[in-house]
């Protein structure tokens, strides 16, 4: 059933806050939701902010994609199975990078979060910055955040379905065959474009040094075509869908897979600071039911010009 559910250990982890830079939305001081009009104008790789503590929004255009991994991939899990086209019908965005931790904090603030005794998001038990990604975070967290966005911007933000996340990982907007990561095949290229489990960790794995042991400023390295940063990597990324051994039965629009036992778990996508690389494959899946010091999230927004 592919790599089981998650079994790391319990503790938190912080996030950043970045300033926005769109053609319509410039700078914290000028962040407000989304007129109609400038709704209407975004074009792929636009980005916004809605609030002034708000995640940066990328936008992201419609397409198909092939979603899952081939038999023969290096690394491929039976859960990432069988291959099949998926349509993403209108463009949306994505959050520019995860949640972080001073993102989360404000939410925290004004909704009195109360910290988990074994997994807290405030202290994870290792060295953070604001600029990290919060992690320490249930699903039901990840999910009350996006329905905190909604309330506080009037937009609808929510999290990211399964199908969603792939196809904003790989980059691209036809169906095809893709290269294990987005970027290529090449695992040395990994740390150019993401925080996994490398050199810096102090074991000698990995075949390059992306310069952290544990998590990384959020955006550290390089985005992918989407113009999106650490799609994989850094932290594993909560989805809206409830865990299913393989796609057979899957959605084929992209919509979330919320039918079944949700209860056994909810999707998490893209591996972590502490992933091999066959982990932090594009294809690669996993799931888990609780918080855990290495899952954190990142939010989506329907577009409705």
């Known amino acids: ?16 806050i970045a300033g926005a830079s769109l053609m319509l939305v410039i700078g914290a001081a000028h962040a407000g939701p989304l007129t109609a009009e400038q ?25 198909s994609f092939t979603m899952g991994a081939p038999a023969r991939e290096v690394g491929r899990e039976n859960n990432e199975g069988p291959q099949h086209t998926v349509k ?17 904090a404000v939410f925290a603030s004004e909704t009195d979060d109360a910290s988990h005794p074994t997994c807290d998001w405030r202290n994870p038990g290792f060295t953070q910055e604001g600029s990290h990604p919060v992690v ?17 911007t009037g937009k609808p933000y929510r999290l990211l379905s399964e199908a969603e996340w792939e196809y904003a990982a790989r980059g691209r907007t036809s169906p095809g065959t893709y290269p294990r990561f987005w970027f290529g095949n090449n695992e040395r290229d990994l740390c150019r474009y993401g925080n996994g489990w490398d050199q810096a960790a102090g074991t000698g794995r990995g075949s390059c040094n ?5 998590t990384s400023p959020a955006g550290h390295y390089k985005p992918n075509a989407f113009g999106l940063y650490d799609m994989f990597g850094n932290a594993w990324q909560w989805t809206a869908d409830c865990s299913h051994g393989n796609y057979k039965g899957a959605p084929a629009d992209g919509s979330a897979w919320t039918t079944g036992n949700c209860g056994s778990g909810r999707v998490i996508r893209g591996g972590s600071w502490n992933s091999t690389p066959w982990v932090l494959r594009a294809a ?3 799931w888990s039911t609780a918080e855990s010091y290495a899952v954190g999230f990142r939010v989506a927004r329907t577009l409705t010009p």
Not at 39 to 63: H, Q, S
Not at 88 to 104: E, L, N, P, S
Not at 210 to 214: E, W
Request: net charge positive; proline share 7%.
């Open 1 to 16: 059933m592919g790599f089981p559910a998650l079994g790391f250990p319990t503790r938190g982890l912080p996030a950043r």
């Open 39 to 63: 709704e209407r104008g975004l074009k792929p790789k636009d980005t916004f902010r809605e609030c002034e503590n708000c995640p940066e929004m990328v936008v992201v255009p419609a397409g």
């Open 88 to 104: 993403i019908g209108k463009a949306f965005a994505v959050g520019k990078w995860h949640v972080t931790r001073d993102q989360f």
């Open 136 to 152: 320490c975070v249930n699903w039901d967290e990840a999910d009350a955040y996006a329905n905190w966005l909604t309330k506080k």
């Open 210 to 214: 992306d310069g952290y042991h544990d």
């Open 284 to 286: 690669g899946r996993s």
